[in-house]
């Protein structure tokens, strides 16, 4: 099966006063995992159902390869779906419900029974070819769903939050197979999420929305580890933002003598110092930014940290809450300029540990420049 | 497990029936007890003067087989069948758009309307509708369509028409139920997979409100079969039906016996009717248990 390019063009929707979509516009690679992540009514569904063919656009066009698909109805186009819970058609067994678009085109009885076979194998869901859907678990209606997606062999396919109906363990595995199977078949996904775990682990690429905009689009090491905006850091994994006012940005020259990044000195009002982050950009003086801090990143210790590496930002607070969490353990420290800062400490045999900290004890919060991220774009 | 089983057992055994005997009382007086009489009567000779004589006889079914008898069956058969084919023509679009409407309570209440008035009334509304001066005549003859009168009552299609529209909320109300309840995700999965949107309509929503179709059918059919006042005032002679015989031969002929056996051909036919179509829902569901068992 061969994939084909998705270029999203200028796409505007509106629902009434409601914009769903703003001028929105990428190009999807060849065969790539691509998601679409926001939180409920960014406009990634929308954005979906006008590649599926269900809405029009009010502006601009969707190319698949280099023809327009938008005056294409949704039963001619080459992607198809995954809905959210499933559509199987409950009248229908699992077989019929899979030979459905090959019934349509009229196929002969002995090549439907060859390609529902060997979509079924694919699923691993022979065994219930003569059940009804009703009589299936949430995870084995989702493989049905997608092997009926599939047995058309489109150019592109289209999930729309297809396990979120499904409990973690499920959810996990399924979409370990999903990524096997995109691996296997090469053709586009585009898959719809506003789960930033599932997007992070299978995604070729993410565009991150919220609003009707694409905030960033970007592999998920990009996203995760620089994002653009504050939203973005936000909504992708947990951080502390800070809002803060450039002071100084210096370069960091490298062993050519070529400007690797800046150092830049940043006043926190809310801490009432001031912190060192490097950034890849240089930002003008006097500038309002945002700084996150992922709080897996920052070290937690009763006592002050004795490190090696120079510009190390040490902070000093009180636990208010300590969370164990089985893998790791979360604080909620406050500082003493007032404000709460989490930090996730990974628990480790290797490493030494040091002291159990507890609740209400004193400590110190020490995080390296590079473990922060300038954004200088706020949202609010 | 076990205790659950208990409590349903205990439920069947004792509380149901303690619920439900008003309901079998009342269902048994005026529902069996009439329906046995009828039975009885069917099998009893003809009074002089109405009523019967209480002598067993086949009089009323021998009666039955004469060829005028046989072409008043086939022309009810024919008109319930072609009025409930066009009342569910109807009822499935407006019942689709009911379900899929931002204001489906006010359509709802707009099909429900009709039952605040008498039944009788509203047949004499449409007689005044098509009649010779009615509306529609005064209306095409004003307009100048026509010259003279246009013959639109006592004939068979005011039968059908005026049926149709007694029965229509009948039937909008079970087929907008079922399509109500339907997943309209399915229509658009449908499409997706490559079906056109007619197509669409006739394999995947079709089917999935079959229960209701098939109840609304029920509604329609039934009722018109044994239908009496609308062929009486808006039909003519090409309309008379089953229904009309039953009264003539209360009230005219005086025959009891004969309309007793008349109406057991009505209930009879309607049961096997209902029983058909409740076993081809169940034979259906027994054939796709079959095949799943036999792989």
């Not at chain 1, 998705?6 to 979509?21: D, Y």
């Not at chain 1, 719809?192 to 690429?205: G, M, N, P, Y």
């Not at chain 1, 164990?324 to 007032?338: A, W």
């Not at chain 2, 008379?240 to 009230?251: L, R, T």
């Amino acid at each position: 099966m061969n994939g084909c390019t998705v270029s999203i063009k200028n796409v505007s929707k509106t629902f009434g006063s409601f914009q769903a979509l703003d001028e929105v516009g990428f190009t999807i690679e060849k065969g790539e995992f691509f998601s679409l992540l926001g939180p409920s009514g960014c406009g990634k569904t929308t954005l979906l159902r006008i590649i599926a063919g269900f809405e029009f656009p009010d502006e601009g066009t969707v190319l698949f390869d280099d023809k327009n698909v938008i005056p294409i109805p949704p039963n001619k186009r080459e992607s198809n779906t995954v809905f959210q819970n499933y559509a199987l058609f409950p009248h229908l067994s699992i077989y019929e419900n899979i030979a459905f678009p090959l019934r349509l085109k009229k196929m002969g009885k002995t090549e439907i029974d060859q390609r529902v076979e060997k979509y079924l194998n694919m699923v691993q869901l022979n065994a219930h070819a003569y059940k009804k859907p009703n009589q299936l678990s949430g995870g084995q209606r989702q493989r049905v769903a997608i092997a009926r997606a599939l047995i058309n062999e489109p150019k592109v396919l289209l999930l729309d939050e297809p396990l979120s109906a499904l409990d973690a363990k499920l959810r996990s595995n399924l979409l370990i197979e999903l990524d096997n199977l995109h691996d296997k078949i090469g053709i586009t996904f585009i898959y719809v999420t506003h789960d930033q775990a599932e997007a992070l682990s299978v995604s070729d690429r993410i565009a991150v929305m919220n609003q009707g905009k694409v905030l960033q689009i970007g592999t998920p090491y990009e996203i995760y580890e620089s994002p653009a905006t504050e939203f973005v850091a936000e909504f992708i994994g947990e951080t502390n933002s800070l809002d803060a006012v450039v002071k100084e940005c210096t370069p960091i020259h490298d062993k050519d003598g070529q400007i690797d990044e800046y150092m830049c000195s940043l006043e926190v009002k809310e801490l009432g110092t001031t912190i060192k982050i490097t950034d890849y950009d240089k930002t003008a003086i006097g500038q309002e930014v945002c700084v996150t801090i992922r709080p897996e990143k920052v070290r937690i210790t009763l006592e002050p940290p004795q490190s090696t590496k120079k510009d190390l930002n040490v902070l000093t607070g009180v636990v208010e809450e300590p969370v164990y969490s089985g893998f790791q353990s979360k604080f909620y420290v406050r500082l003493d300029s007032g404000s709460l800062f989490k930090i996730y400490k990974q628990h480790s045999n290797y490493l030494e540990d040091g002291p159990e900290i507890e609740w209400k004890d004193r400590v110190y919060v020490s995080f390296s420049p590079s473990d922060g991220y300038v954004v200088e774009e706020i949202d609010r | 497990m076990k205790k659950e089983q208990g409590t349903k057992a205990f439920n069947k055994n004792s509380l149901g029936h303690l619920y439900s005997w008003p309901m079998g009382l009342w269902f048994t007086i005026f529902f069996v007890v009439p329906l046995a009489i009828i039975i009885l009567y069917s099998f009893l000779k003809k009074g002089l003067y109405g009523g019967v004589e209480w002598v067993f006889s086949f009089n009323a079914y021998k009666q039955m087989f004469n060829p005028n008898y046989g072409i008043v069956l086939m022309r009810t058969l024919k008109i319930s069948f072609i009025s409930t084919l066009i009342t569910i023509l109807i009822a499935l679009p407006c019942g689709y758009a009911m379900a899929r409407s931002k204001i489906q309570t006010f359509l709802l209440f707009l099909v429900i309307i009709p039952f605040w008035t008498n039944s009788l009334i509203r047949i004499f509304a449409w007689m005044s509708i098509l009649g010779n001066d009615g509306f529609i005549n005064s209306l095409l003859m004003q307009v100048g369509l026509t010259k003279e009168h246009l013959q639109l009552l006592y004939n068979q299609n005011a039968v059908v028409l005026v049926s149709v529209y007694m029965y229509l909320p009948y039937a909008i109300l079970p087929i907008f139920t079922a399509i109500d309840r339907f997943d309209f995700s399915l229509l658009e999965a449908a499409r997706d997979l490559g079906s056109t949107k007619m197509g669409s309509m006739l394999r995947v929503l079709l089917p999935n409100i079959k229960s209701g179709v098939l109840t609304a059918i029920i509604f329609t059919f039934i009722p018109i079969f044994g239908a009496y006042t609308v062929p009486l005032l808006v039909g003519g002679k090409d309309s008379y039906m089953i229904g009309n015989i039953i009264v003539d031969q209360v009230n005219k002929t005086r025959n009891w016996p004969l309309a007793a056996a008349f109406s057991m051909i009505i209930t009879v036919l309607s049961t096997f009717g209902v029983l058909w179509m409740m076993f081809s829902s169940k034979k259906e569901a027994g054939l796709k248990t079959k095949k799943e068992g036999g792989k």
